[in-house]
């Protein structure tokens, strides 16, 4: 959190563009965040949300870790959905004890079993699965199944960081957030400055972003918290260590 009350009248005043400008209707931060890892902003981010709600969050994300503990320790429902057999398979027995925690296989509409990859796509480093620009469908399964499991807004915070669809998954999120929740964009933005884009699309993530109201970037550790209608989050979260 912001360290005393009168940084948090300057972060407001530096970064809440439309007090300024009430013609504009967003606000935006950038924290330079290098060496530090996203794991923190995660675990501040959702113990600062589960105060502000004083009631156990729910969340919804594509793409299950280390961000699954984080998020299951102050909650009482997190969703993860995963497109790789091998992973999923992993995390099904790493998660096995933890009812909180309700895993779900969904593969890409190329990839029936799970097990594809597209070197080339991605770094060759074993990890990622990404789904291929042939087949796209945007109203395939591992998109839409949230919205047609949940009705409206029904989720405190959604984590993206498959290894596709991500423009889409946003798309969807943005139906599913509470008012006051966080949608959290995991590989974003680029270290190194350049128009990174979504598999299978191809669409650059910029323009998807840029569409949220309220923005707030870690840039040293890729990670983007988006928001539509509330920015608390670009005032209560800082260079987390």
Not at 64 to 81: H, Q, R, W
Not at 96 to 125: A, Q, T
Not at 148 to 154: D, E, I, L, V
Request: proline share 7%; charged share 25%; hydrophobic share 35%.
């Amino acid at each position: 959190m912001a360290k005393n009350p009168i940084n948090k009248f300057y972060i407001f005043f530096k970064y809440r563009l439309r007090f300024f400008l009430p013609y504009f209707s967003f606000s935006y931060r950038k924290i330079n965040s290098e060496g530090v890892s996203y794991k923190p902003i995660l675990n501040k981010l959702s113990k600062i949300i589960y105060l502000r709600k004083a009631r156990p969050l729910k969340v919804l994300e594509w793409g299950p870790g280390e961000n699954t503990k984080i998020f299951a320790s102050v909650s009482d429902l997190v969703i993860s959905i995963e497109s790789n057999r091998t992973w999923y398979e992993r995390y099904k027995w790493l998660f096995s004890s933890n009812k909180i925690i309700k895993l779900n296989y969904i593969p890409y509409p190329d990839d029936p079993k799970g097990l594809k990859r597209y070197p080339g796509e991605l770094p060759n480093d074993g990890h990622h699965y990404v789904a291929h620009p042939q087949f796209y469908d945007p109203q395939c399964i591992y998109v839409t199944w949230p919205l047609k499991q949940f009705n409206g807004k029904s989720f405190d915070i959604i984590f993206i960081d498959g290894g596709g669809y991500r423009c889409d998954c946003l798309r969807i999120a943005r139906k599913l957030i509470v008012d006051e929740g966080v949608i959290v964009l995991h590989d974003y933005p680029p270290q190194d400055g350049k128009v990174t884009r979504d598999m299978p699309t191809g669409k650059p993530y910029d323009d998807i972003v840029k569409q949220f109201q309220h923005i707030l970037l870690f840039a040293g550790n890729r990670t983007t918290l988006l928001s539509d209608q509330s920015d608390w989050f670009l005032f209560e979260l800082d260079e987390t260590k």
